[in-house]
């Protein structure tokens, strides 16, 4: 150990990674985050991948938790120079019998998209997630079992909260509103992750979903989402941290029960002098990163049978203008979801567990040029849209891309007749690009694990290792694997950083 040795290191230069770093840095500890790409963000990423001029979020692009997360809002990054824009409507719901379900920040607008039969349920909804959301989101975000901030939001709404909990999504969805467009709305964004219509206890994901992008939005920072990344990164080296990229860690030293330093790629050592986060995969980190003999056997066989979320098809097109869709308000949303009704969207769930290239693939489409001009050349637009499908399928993601990739097309074509003809270029990721891309999405998983309901909480990723600790002293896992799991809300690297400072006094 020398006095040079940084005092903690972050493995991963991911949102919650740089988030962690940004912390410890904050409290007075010297820190080294060492990222394996040649840049940092991990899936908070932009670059031009279709034409020159276009810029294309690589991974996440709309960011509900970026004006409201517990964890971000300290680290100030509009102080940092990000910027944050909003479309007039946050998620379009079209479908091709042209309905439409819209959310929006404005209450009014959302009501009036529901029409007569759901408004009024849904002023119902937002008022309630108005007076709640500061205190709803500090549980949700804090470290398990958040006592205290449980009390806070208070057993009233606890118990609202846990009806949502017991509900599948469907069943949620149809005792809640009562037509076919609005019942689509909270079971669509659910299948953001791994949770479909039918499943039990899904509803609340797609619920919070829904009241996140009804109240933070789905926001668009202005030049890309590597904006946040870039922010996150001033207040690291504000505390005095640094980044090193191209600085794969291939394995973790542990000497007397605890983690002293990192071996990279290549054979170099770093030593911590007090602590490593990972803002690591949880089966990398306990399956490859640690020796077998200081991770207990039943960890060890919990990680063998840890269960991904599905994988993500992702694309991103360059157009010579906006989308034309046959509904206004998909016009005008930041996000539009593909998924037609309850029935198409248990469909695509099954085909998707059944090892299925889905026939008619469900849809997160995101237009960030529509409010922010500054990622495409005047008068030109960019798409980004993703569908959830099986990490691999019989003979491989490499054979079939071009195939599926022209059947989202053809689903687009769907809810906007004429759109092809406004390609310009195409970029296509598979859950194998995706994995190529950051390590940490294994089979495409954009989840860090799925949301199931038997995988948060106590147990994310594992029992009894939820509160960022691991069974070897001083390593802490800090990444999207780790309660809340996925999202850009710096909750996962925050609890993480505070665990190592209560641990180190
Ligand atoms: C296609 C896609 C769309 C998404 N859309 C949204 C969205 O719109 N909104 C939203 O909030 N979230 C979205 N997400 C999810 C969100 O991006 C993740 O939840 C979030 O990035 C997780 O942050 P993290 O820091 O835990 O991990 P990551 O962002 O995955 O970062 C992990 C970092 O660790 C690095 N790393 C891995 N292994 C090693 C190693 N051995 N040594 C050194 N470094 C290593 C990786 O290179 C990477 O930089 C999306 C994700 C994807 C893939």
């Known amino acids: 150990m020398h006095s040079r040795d940084p005092d903690a290191i972050v493995v991963g230069a991911g949102p919650n990674g740089l988030t962690a770093a940004a912390y410890l840095a904050r409290a007075g500890l010297s820190v080294l985050v060492l990222e394996a790409e040649q840049e940092p963000g991990g899936a908070v990423r932009t670059r031009e991948v279709t034409l020159p001029g276009f810029r294309h979020d690589l991974g996440a692009a709309f960011f509900p938790f970026g004006q409201t997360s517990p964890a971000l809002l300290p680290l100030d990054l509009p102080g940092a120079g990000l910027v944050w824009r909003h479309a007039p409507i946050d998620s379009a719901h079209p479908a091709p019998d042209g309905t439409c379900a819209s959310i929006a920040r404005d209450v ?10 759901d408004g009024p349920t849904w002023r119902r909804i937002a008022g309630w997630h108005a007076r709640t959301r500061e205190r ?14 449980m009390l806070r939001f208070g057993p009233l709404n606890l118990l609202r909260l846990a009806q949502v909990v017991l509900s599948s999504g469907r069943g949620f969805a149809t005792r809640t509103f009562r037509t076919e467009a609005a019942r689509r709305v909270v079971p669509g964004l659910a299948l953001h992750t791994d949770v479909g219509p039918e499943d039990p206890c899904g509803a609340i994901v797609g619920f919070m979903l829904t009241l996140l992008a009804s109240s933070g939005g789905f926001a668009v920072p202005e030049g890309g989402a590597g904006a946040i990344t870039r922010a996150l990164l001033r207040r690291v080296e504000e505390g005095g941290g640094g980044v090193r990229c191209g600085a794969r860690v291939e ?25 490593i986060v990972a803002d690591l995969a949880a089966p990398t980190l ?5 020796d077998a003999g200081v991770v207990p056997a039943r960890i060890q066989r919990a990680m063998r049978r840890f269960r991904q979320g599905f994988g993500t098809f992702k694309m991103d097109w360059a157009l010579d203008g906006p989308v034309p869709w046959s509904h206004e308000d998909a016009a005008r949303a930041a996000v539009v979801h593909a998924g037609d009704s309850l029935d198409d969207l248990a469909a695509f769930t099954r085909q998707v567990r059944a090892g299925a290239l889905p026939d008619h693939p469900y849809l997160v489409i995101g237009q ?37 990739a022209d059947r989202v097309e053809a689903r687009l074509e769907e809810l906007a007749p004429g759109f092809r003809r406004r390609i310009l270029a195409r970029a296509i990721w598979s859950p194998d690009d995706l994995e190529a891309m950051d390590a940490n999405l294994l089979g495409g998983d954009l989840g860090g694990g799925s949301a199931d309901i038997r995988h948060q909480l106590f147990f994310r990723p594992v029992f009894p290792y939820f509160r960022y600790r691991t069974p070897v002293r001083g390593l802490y896992l800090g990444s999207s694997y780790a309660h809340p799991g996925a999202g850009v809300h710096g909750a996962c690297g925050r609890n993480a950083a505070l665990a190592v400072l209560e641990d180190e006094g």
């Open 136 to 149: 709803m989101l500090d549980a949700l975000l804090s470290t398990p079992p958040a006592l205290g901030a």
């Open 108 to 117: 009014e607008a959302t009501a009036r998209s529901l029409g007569e039969d």
């Open 251 to 275: 394995q973790i030293l542990v000497r007397e029960g605890r983690a002293v330093a990192v071996r990279l790629a290549g054979g170099e050592e770093i030593s911590a002098r007090r602590a």
């Open 368 to 404: 960030q040029s529509l409010v922010d001009p500054t990622r495409a050349p005047a008068g030109r637009h960019t798409l980004w849209a993703y569908s959830r499908v099986p990490s691999s399928i019989d003979g491989g993601w490499a054979a079939s891309r071009e195939r599926f």
């Open 286 to 290: 306990y399956l490859r990163l640690l």
